[in-house]
């Protein structure tokens, strides 16, 4: 027996040794040290002290942390909401893609993952309800992210599971980070102490060090959320809304948006209800047509006992983008007047237009995109966007969009027998039109709306308020 003791210990001697850092599953990595504020925040007012790691209440306030995976592994992260009543937020990176865990999300209460097949929290299988923070709090967020799954966790208690190998993630353009594969950490509007942030290795490499961007996004307060709360944003089930980058404006600035109206024959709830929606957020509204006079609508399109009678801001030509922060063209078959590559005709003379007034109009939407500012045509008005020439092409060609399925205004359409449908006017300028009724629930055109890089259109005037809500997600994150 002793030499047999003594062989069985020779031979665990020459046994290698397990590694202990890869295979330890209790093995967390203070990543408050490296973290240098200066650097790794995207947007935000953050600091460091022995507390934790602080930041100020901001739209959209963000921060990389020096943490690239590749494999599976978790983070967990500390934290007390002092002020506010918006989300926080874990940035994770899952199969190569990077997405968002956040808890009191989009001012209902809200948690999950996002952006997931293209929708945010509020209409993917990840949403959960009554998940509310109390300020001066502390509490514990983590992620689990394994190959074929993602768990997320407060104070120990499982709030969500995805099955995924994360191919269907992204991230919401006001959460975007400058380098799509680190961790990062995020508080929306709200004075937040992060108290301890960790992660610990389960297979796969994970690289630690400083954080840095792999590519240059702009680093206002609010890069977008509304939260988003964006946006890619943002849906169907296939991503019809990829997210876009970000042009929201400077931390304290509201923003401004100009809806664009004809003068005879817009539609009034396509005016209405989106002005209603960014204002209800704080988003300063101007009305521009073109021409500075009493502009009417369309009768019975919910103008109310005075005629929907609307005096424009302003005349179209005297328009300056650098103003605004994002461009909408609400519908009505007055809109054709706005479209500037347009070679036929209509029988009502009126929405032939002017040609002064198309090229002012053409003007204002190359000086939008040159800008990188967001432009959105709402049912019939989603023809001024697919007859606008930017850089000799159509704003939508080789974009996703939708429009209105009914017949557009009578007249002469060239190279077509007939009145063709509004839609048309986008699919003969080589945009990539979704099916009808395919954005979110088919049964209903109220979520019809389609995001495509900067680009908005929404398909009829169901979809008015909606296209005001994208809108002021985008600009506001609310």
Not at 48 to 69: D, H, I, N, V, Y
Request: hydrophobic share 35%; aromatic share 6%; proline share 8%.
């Amino acid at each position: 027996m002793p030499r047999l003791t003594k062989m069985i210990a020779l031979l665990l001697a020459l046994l290698p040794l397990p590694d202990m850092h890869a295979a330890d599953p209790d093995r967390w990595e203070n990543l408050l040290p490296a973290i240098n504020p200066s650097q790794s925040r995207v947007a935000g007012n953050w600091s460091k002290s022995e507390s934790g790691l602080l930041t100020t209440a901001a739209p959209g306030a963000r921060l990389m942390l020096p943490a690239r995976p590749t494999g599976e592994y978790d983070l967990r992260v500390s934290f007390t909401r002092r002020t506010g009543k918006d989300s926080i937020g874990l940035f994770f990176v899952s199969g190569g893609k990077q997405t968002a865990f956040e808890v009191d999300a989009w001012g209902e209460h809200l948690a999950g993952m996002q952006l997931l097949d293209g929708k945010d929290l509020r209409a993917n299988p990840t949403r959960v309800a009554n998940q509310p923070l109390e300020n001066g709090r502390r509490y514990t967020a983590e992620v689990r992210v394994r190959k074929d799954r993602v768990e997320a966790m407060l104070d120990d208690k499982v709030i969500v599971t995805h099955r995924s190998t994360g191919s269907d993630f992204s991230m919401l353009d006001l959460w975007r980070l400058p380098n799509p594969a680190v961790l990062g950490v995020a508080a929306w509007n709200s004075e937040t102490l992060f108290h301890s942030i960790e992660v610990r290795r389960v297979s796969g490499e994970l690289n630690l060090g400083e954080a840095t961007p792999s590519a240059t996004v702009p680093t206002t307060a609010s890069t977008a959320k509304p939260t988003p709360q964006p946006t890619t944003t943002p849906t169907s089930s296939a991503p019809t809304n990829p997210t876009p980058a970000s042009t929201a404006p400077v931390s304290g600035k509201r923003p401004r948006v100009l809806i664009v109206i004809a003068n005879m024959h817009f539609f009034y709830r396509e005016y209405s209800e989106p002005r209603q929606e960014l204002e209800r957020v704080g988003c300063l509204v101007e009305v521009a047509a073109g021409r500075k006079e009493t502009c009417y609508p369309h009768p019975g399109t919910g103008e109310g006992t005075d005629r929907g009678a609307v005096t424009p801001d302003l005349a179209i030509a005297n328009a300056d983008a650098s103003r605004y922060d994002a461009l909408l063209f609400s519908g009505g078959w007055g809109s054709s007047m706005y479209q500037y590559a347009f070679q036929g005709s209509y029988q009502n003379p009126v929405y032939n237009g002017d040609r002064r007034i198309k090229e002012a109009t053409n003007k204002l939407i190359n000086d939008f995109v040159k800008q990188d500012k967001y432009v959105a045509g709402l049912c019939h008005g989603v023809s001024v966007l697919a007859w606008s020439r930017v850089n000799g092409r159509s704003l939508l060609a080789g974009k996703r969009a939708t429009g209105p399925t009914l017949n557009g205004p009578g007249g002469n359409y060239p190279g077509y027998q007939g009145t063709p449908s509004s839609r048309w006017n986008s699919e003969i300028n080589g945009a990539v039109m979704v099916p009808p009724n395919s954005v979110g629930d088919p049964r209903t055109l109220t979520d019809d709306v389609v995001i495509d890089g900067k680009v908005l259109t929404g398909q009829d005037d169901p979809t008015a308020r909606e296209m005001g809500r994208q809108l002021a997600r985008l600009l506001t994150g609310r």
